[in-house]
């Protein structure tokens, strides 16, 4: 079963999607239309919202359906309420094409402000730009060691803070280097949104021309050709980051054609429907500071944290592309995990993740693919020697954080070749094959992960196979029940 049916509640069907997709597009999912769009939207999202509140509270829904709406709706009513307090958010536009552990590659930001539910200003710059301000300033700050042995980095700035699979710590430590940079603003929230979004926009919009520049972005590949518009031209530490800047006009020029497309009501559910996939793939990831409104958010799992409190088996990889270009759009990830219940005193798991890097060769944004990969594990887990296959050499330690032991080693796959990776290790005496639970978190960026699930128990060997789009949680029974 996926954490979805037991934990996030199930969906309302398309047409009810609406009420929860206007905020949620305002948030995040259509970033575009909430740089450039005007308040009309917000004004029908909350009228359509309250009617639907009160009337779903007639309907035979879950318990847990209800909870999205109430959820969604108070979203709504904080940022649509006239109370002339401005509310300032801060968004983090991540390529996840440079895969890093929070979703991508953090190469712009903006600052987003609401009064009375209208977009009153937004900016919206080069992480380049801030990131310089903090070397002039002659700050450093040590970067994490793998971004120092394996990237050189000398300092730790903006564009690489999202070095943690935990959302709420990359929002926090981005706000950190915003004020570095010399940012002044306090953040009423922090949203990360991934490049992977802009094709799916696209896919609502239909293929775009933007005037003065060449060629047509569509929802096939629209993200890859933009990229190639904002960043061949500007390559290289002898590119002034001014010039740098010059690169976001195109973006501008886009974004208004598609909230030209967007901007009716016919295509609310459209955009509702685009929302609530990319937070549940977690192409967008929520923070709040106002800890009600984070509570909301967590209690629907739209806040990219890691679990912390998990009670049974854990299992999370993630990834950090070093210094392997934009390598990570050709890059195919899947998944097989085996727990032998039967291979000693404390149970043995095995994890093989798989890459298969399908580009056909080199250029100016693809290479071989590099990767600091790190597989998080229940606290007290313990590395098997030497089992490491296709990997560099394994680290471990606590994370005492998140309650997690983390081992973390360095891989390398050459173009057109697939290569399977992994590692065995131990796990904790409180993993037993009674009552098993296994909670599997996905990476931001990644896309939909092909898993297989197996398990050998004293009544036999299980398995399981799952297209992970979100996280999953399942008990062994659920396993158990389906085929060998």
């Given at each position: 079963?996926?954490?979805?049916?037991?934990?996030?509640?199930?969906?309302?069907?398309?047409?009810?999607?609406?009420?929860?997709?206007?905020?949620?597009?305002?948030?995040?999912?259509?970033?575009?239309?909430?740089?450039?769009?005007?308040?009309?939207?917000?004004?029908?999202?909350?009228?359509?919202?309250?009617?639907?509140?009160?009337?779903?509270?007639?309907?035979?829904?879950?318990?847990?359906?209800?909870?999205?709406?109430?959820?969604?709706?108070?979203?709504?009513?904080?940022?649509?309420?006239?109370?002339?307090?401005?509310?300032?958010?801060?968004?983090?536009?991540?390529?996840?094409?440079?895969?890093?552990?929070?979703?991508?590659?953090?190469?712009?930001?903006?600052?987003?402000?609401?009064?009375?539910?209208?977009?009153?200003?937004?900016?919206?710059?080069?992480?380049?730009?801030?990131?310089?301000?903090?070397?002039?300033?002659?700050?450093?700050?040590?970067?994490?060691?793998?971004?120092?042995?394996?990237?050189?980095?000398?300092?730790?700035?903006?564009?690489?803070?999202?070095?943690?699979?935990?959302?709420?710590?990359?929002?926090?430590?981005?706000?950190?280097?915003?004020?570095?940079?010399?940012?002044?603003?306090?953040?009423?929230?922090?949203?990360?949104?991934?490049?992977?979004?802009?094709?799916?926009?696209?896919?609502?919009?239909?293929?775009?021309?933007v005037p003065g520049y060449s060629g047509t972005y569509s929802s096939e590949g629209g993200a890859l050709k933009l990229e190639e518009a904002v960043e061949k031209a500007y390559l290289g530490d002898d590119v002034p980051a001014e010039v740098k800047e010059g690169r976001k006009?195109?973006?501008?020029?886009?974004?208004?054609?598609?909230?030209?497309?967007?901007?009716?009501?016919?295509?609310?559910?459209?955009?509702?429907?685009?929302?609530?996939?990319?937070?549940?793939?977690?192409?967008?990831?929520?923070?709040?500071?106002?800890?009600?409104?984070?509570?909301?958010?967590?209690?629907?799992?739209?806040?990219?944290?890691?679990?912390?409190?998990?009670?049974?088996?854990?299992?999370?990889?993630?990834?950090?592309?070093?210094?392997?270009?934009?390598?990570?759009?050709?890059?195919?990830?899947?998944?097989?995990?085996?727990?032998?219940?039967?291979?000693?005193?404390?149970?043995?798991?095995?994890?093989?993740?798989?890459?298969?890097?399908?580009?056909?060769?080199?250029?100016?944004?693809?290479?071989?693919?590099?990767?600091?990969?790190?597989?998080?594990?229940?606290?007290?887990?313990?590395?098997?020697?030497?089992?490491?296959?296709?990997?560099?050499?394994?680290?471990?330690?606590?994370?005492?954080?998140?309650?997690?032991?983390?081992?973390?080693?360095?891989?390398?796959?050459?173009?057109?070749?697939?290569?399977?990776?992994?590692?065995?290790?131990?796990?904790?005496?409180?993993?037993?094959?009674?009552?098993?639970?296994?909670?599997?978190?996905?990476?931001?960026?990644?896309?939909?992960?092909?898993?297989?699930?197996?398990?050998?128990?004293?009544?036999?060997?299980?398995?399981?196979?799952?297209?992970?789009?979100?996280?999953?949680?399942?008990?062994?029974?659920?396993?158990?029940?389906?085929?060998?």
């Amino acid at each position: 079963m996926n954490i979805s049916e037991k934990i996030i509640p199930a969906w309302l069907t398309k047409k009810r999607l609406i009420w929860s997709g206007i905020v949620l597009a305002v948030l995040g999912g259509g970033f575009f239309v909430f740089f450039y769009g005007k308040s009309h939207t917000t004004e029908i999202a909350t009228s359509t919202l309250a009617v639907f509140e009160k009337v779903s509270k007639l309907l035979p829904l879950e318990p847990d359906t209800k909870k999205e709406i109430e959820v969604v709706n108070t979203l709504v009513q904080e940022l649509t309420v006239k109370d002339d307090k401005t509310r300032v958010f801060f968004l983090l536009l991540q390529n996840n094409f440079e895969l890093r552990p929070g979703g991508g590659f953090l190469g712009q930001y903006a600052v987003v402000k609401i009064k009375n539910g209208e977009l009153v200003s937004h900016f919206v710059e080069d992480a380049n730009l801030l990131d310089q301000r903090i070397k002039n300033a002659g700050i450093k700050v040590t970067p994490p060691w793998p971004l120092t042995r394996y990237m050189q980095l000398k300092r730790w700035m903006l564009r690489d803070s999202n070095f943690s699979p935990d959302f709420p710590t990359n929002a926090q430590k981005a706000e950190y280097f915003y004020r570095l940079g010399g940012g002044r603003e306090k953040f009423d929230a922090v949203i990360a949104v991934n490049a992977d979004v802009l094709d799916h926009v696209l896919a609502l919009t239909g293929p775009i021309t933007v005037p003065g520049y060449s060629g047509t972005y569509s929802s096939e590949g629209g993200a890859l050709k933009l990229e190639e518009a904002v960043e061949k031209a500007y390559l290289g530490d002898d590119v002034p980051a001014e010039v740098k800047e010059g690169r976001k006009n195109i973006m501008k020029k886009l974004a208004a054609e598609i909230l030209k497309r967007l901007a009716t009501v016919n295509n609310i559910p459209k955009i509702a429907t685009l929302a609530q996939e990319e937070l549940r793939n977690k192409n967008i990831q929520l923070f709040f500071h106002d800890s009600k409104l984070q509570a909301l958010v967590e209690s629907v799992h739209w806040d990219g944290s890691v679990a912390k409190n998990w009670n049974g088996d854990f299992l999370m990889v993630v990834d950090a592309n070093m210094g392997a270009l934009k390598s990570d759009y050709f890059v195919k990830r899947s998944l097989d995990y085996f727990v032998d219940f039967t291979a000693g005193a404390r149970p043995k798991a095995t994890v093989t993740y798989t890459y298969n890097h399908t580009a056909p060769g080199g250029d100016w944004r693809t290479s071989d693919y590099h990767t600091y990969t790190r597989i998080y594990a229940p606290k007290g887990s313990t590395y098997v020697d030497n089992s490491r296959v296709k990997t560099g050499g394994v680290g471990a330690q606590d994370d005492t954080a998140f309650n997690k032991t983390v081992f973390g080693y360095k891989v390398d796959v050459l173009m057109r070749q697939t290569l399977p990776t992994g590692i065995s290790y131990e796990l904790p005496e409180t993993v037993t094959e009674e009552n098993y639970r296994l909670l599997i978190q996905k990476q931001s960026g990644i896309g939909t992960l092909p898993a297989t699930i197996r398990l050998k128990t004293s009544k036999g060997e299980f398995t399981a196979t799952y297209d992970l789009k979100k996280d999953l949680a399942l008990e062994i029974k659920e396993i158990e029940e389906q085929k060998k």
